[in-house]
């Protein structure tokens, strides 16, 4: 475990597998640390730099108070990859995540060389969906939450399992001020317009049984970039990468060879 001083926040991050390899930035949803990508790390090639990092307002990251806005989120991601000398990396953010990935290429092209935008959007939800969302947890904590976002999350073979129980003890202890300001975040951000300017290789995956960003609004914002790609799990809701690791993880690396990164 390292923590990055960024000055006015200090992030958790960790890099795993070959140290001079090529860079793959994860960004996880939100409510969850980078344990998120712990399942899929097993399936993944030797040869890559694998950096994972814990958002402001998650995990063992600082948890100031919100609201957060989406530039500080990108602002955070751009200063890591700054601190760890990385360019032209493969980005592969997830909900949050994704909305991230799409403001980092947008931004600091140098740093992006390709995007796999998982369970995400250019824009999701609506400010009002946010701000009772917001209200909700402020009042009620994240647990008032929990057992409506288990359903969005996963698909209904998986809420039948043990492993259930990890995700939404993961969930309702992140920071209420986290969960909350990264929100904000959320229902500020509508990034169809610049996500449409956007000229690299990119690749989609959406999850047929997800109830927070579903398949259509994903190939609605991957088709924003010009000969971009899309691949659906099915049986699996938000957290594709949760459900079905193997085969996540096949058409990431599928991917990465295709655009050369491996």
């Not at 947890?137 to 209904?156: H, K, N, P, Q, Y």
Request: glycine residues 10%; aromatic residues 6%; hydrophobic residues 45%.
């Amino acid at each position: 475990m390292r923590i990055a001083d960024l000055g006015d926040i200090r992030l958790h991050y960790r890099v795993d597998g070959d140290p001079e390899g090529a860079p793959v930035l994860f960004i996880n949803s939100l409510g969850t640390d980078l344990r998120l990508w712990d399942p899929i790390l097993p399936h993944l090639p030797a040869g890559l730099r694998l950096i994972r990092y814990d958002k402001r307002g998650h995990g063992l990251s600082d948890a100031p108070d919100g609201p957060y806005a989406m530039g500080t989120l990108v602002r955070d991601a751009e200063r890591l990859l700054d601190m760890l000398e990385v360019r032209e990396a493969a980005v592969v953010g997830l909900s949050i995540g994704g909305m991230i990935a799409q403001g980092l290429a947008v931004k600091r092209l140098d740093q992006v060389r390709a995007l796999v935008l998982s369970n995400t959007a250019a824009k999701i939800g609506t400010k009002e969906m946010w701000q009772e969302r917001i209200a909700a947890v402020t009042a009620g904590g994240i647990e008032a939450l929990a057992d409506a976002v288990m359903e969005r999350w996963f698909s209904r073979g998986f809420r039948t399992t043990a492993e259930l129980t990890l995700w939404r003890n993961m969930l309702v202890r992140q920071p209420v001020q986290g969960y909350a300001g990264c929100s904000a975040a959320i229902a500020g951000t509508d990034f169809y317009t610049p996500t449409s300017g956007l000229r690299l290789p990119t690749l989609g995956i959406a999850g047929d049984e997800d109830g927070s960003t579903p398949p259509d609004l994903v190939r609605e914002t991957v088709d924003l970039i010009p000969g971009s790609q899309f691949h659906l799990i099915r049986k699996a809701g938000h957290l594709p990468c949760v459900e079905h690791p193997a085969a996540y993880a096949e058409r990431l690396v599928q991917f990465l060879r295709e655009v050369g990164h491996i």
